[in-house]
């Protein structure tokens, strides 16, 4: 009761991972949220893994009056019909990685898509914690409004080990730290979403 938008539907949240790696951890991240959604974990939400990998590097000779190549208008359309959207990405060089920012930069052509989503991220990587914090900057112009608490920062290397050889997530803290991650993207989403109803 009162976690589903107008129409009683679910929150539809689109996934982009930054890793195209086979056992990412950060996908892992990914499914272990979608699962929370898939079994009523987090109730009242869907989500997505959108692939961003097939996208073109970003070129505005692709734009023709101002219609984009078809894999970029799906992946645009996902976006504009998404409620929110779930981030999960390592930081490569203290940074985003290209295969987001690669999206990131195809959504926000007129008519930038991001405009008023609602987000969270997670990270997992080594250390560093710049490629969240320079997400939040690109997200200020593109005007998503990322969720400030919980942060999630994953030190994927040191022990004890919280993925397995596929990359899936073992660890209980984390697996409820997540939960509590989706319950506030979730909250806020409800939040804005109401807010604009008339
Ligand atoms: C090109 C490259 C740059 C990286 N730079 C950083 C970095 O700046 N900070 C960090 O903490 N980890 C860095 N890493 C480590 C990755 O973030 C880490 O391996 C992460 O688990 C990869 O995510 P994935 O398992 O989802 O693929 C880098 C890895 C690569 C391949």
């Not at 692939?51 to 734009?63: A, G």
Request: aromatic share 8%.
């Amino acid at each position: 009761m009162g976690s589903e938008v107008e129409g009683n539907r679910a929150i539809k949240v689109v996934a982009l991972c930054g890793s195209l790696q086979k056992t990412s951890k950060n996908r892992g991240i990914i499914r272990a949220a979608m699962k929370m959604c898939s079994e009523s974990i987090i109730r009242g939400m869907e989500m997505e893994d959108v692939n961003i990998s097939e996208l073109p590097m970003m070129n505005v000779d692709l734009e023709v009056n101002g219609t984009y190549p078809p894999v970029v208008e799906v992946f645009r359309n996902k976006i504009r019909e998404a409620d929110a959207v779930f981030f999960s990405t390592p930081d490569y060089n203290y940074s985003v990685t290209p295969l987001l920012k690669n999206a990131l930069d195809w959504a926000s052509r007129p008519p930038n898509v991001w405009a008023d989503k609602p987000a969270a991220m997670a990270s997992v990587q080594a250390t560093s914690r710049s490629g969240q914090y320079h997400l939040r900057q690109i997200g200020v112009f593109l005007d998503i409004h990322f969720i400030n608490k919980p942060e999630f920062f994953v030190n994927g290397v040191e022990p004890p080990q919280k993925f397995d050889e596929n990359g899936d997530l073992i660890d209980q803290q984390l697996r409820q730290r997540l939960q509590n991650l989706l319950l506030a993207l979730q909250a806020f989403t409800l939040r804005l979403v109401k807010g604009k109803s008339p």
